[in-house]
């Protein structure tokens, strides 16, 4: 089964204007993080980040924050102000696990975000 | 500052050949991971290792083998290369179990 859900493969979004990027997850352990990366063309995974599922207030990077909704199972990445460079692959990744045990680490399918000028 | 280096950065492969995709990390990292990335698709976990010597599968194991006799390097090994092994890997480390991952710059191998 998919632990991680991105039923967006492609978005379009006005320059400036702010995006939200949908990400589902599955899992029965309480202890688990989610993380989003950036794939821009070149290649390169880059970190955005992060949410702890004991963390009380939603996470926030500059213009990246992170809707955390934990009783919908749903960390959503949030965009403002999204300009040209933003353009690239989104992807939604949850790690999962105590300590050494089973640390997991998915990815999901990935969003596809295109910012129009 | 190296990070996470993977060699080769390409590579092609004969139906059958056997290869092993080297990742080094000199963040003293105890979580390392391999995945592959088929086109225009997410990632997707092969083995990962909590440490020297604790490996583990993920969600498409078959093909392939690792070990971790070191805390710095993960090779992943590919026995009978398979057409269906053409993608491009990624290694990544991770410090804790709360902390993101450092991704190399990835292998690209295509088998014929």
């Known amino acids: 089964a998919q632990k991680i859900t991105q039923t967006q493969p492609g978005m379009f979004v006005q320059e400036k204007e702010a995006v939200t990027l949908d990400c589902t997850y599955d899992t029965s352990d309480p202890s688990y993080g989610l993380f989003w990366y950036k794939q821009p063309s070149s290649g390169e995974m880059i970190f955005l980040i992060y949410?702890?599922?004991?963390?009380?207030q939603n996470a926030t990077e500059g213009r990246y924050s992170l809707n955390f909704q934990k009783a919908r199972k749903s960390a959503n990445l949030v965009i403002s102000a999204s300009q040209l460079g933003d353009s690239a692959m989104y992807f939604c990744?949850?790690?999962?696990?105590?300590?050494?045990?089973?640390?997991?680490?998915?990815f999901g399918p990935g969003t596809r975000l295109s910012v129009l000028p | 500052n190296a990070g996470v280096t993977q060699t080769p950065k390409f590579r092609i492969l004969k139906i059958g050949q056997s290869m092993t995709l080297q990742c080094t990390q000199d963040m003293n990292h105890n979580y390392m991971y391999w995945y592959r990335q088929d086109p225009g698709m997410g990632l997707k976990l092969i083995y990962y290792?909590?440490?020297?010597?604790?490996?583990d599968k993920g969600e498409v194991p078959n093909g392939y083998n690792v070990s971790r006799s070191t805390t710095e390097d993960f090779p992943l090994r590919l026995e009978l290369a398979a057409p269906s092994q053409t993608s491009v890997y990624f290694c990544?480390?991770?410090?804790?179990?709360?902390?993101?991952?450092?991704f190399g710059q990835g292998t690209r191998l295509t088998v014929v």
């Open positions: 290792s909590v440490g020297a010597g604790i490996t």
């Open positions: 990744a949850m790690r999962e696990g105590r300590g050494d045990y089973g640390q997991n680490f998915v």
């Open positions: 990544a480390s991770r410090e804790a179990v709360n902390t993101e991952a450092f």
């Open positions: 949410q702890g599922s004991y963390d009380q």
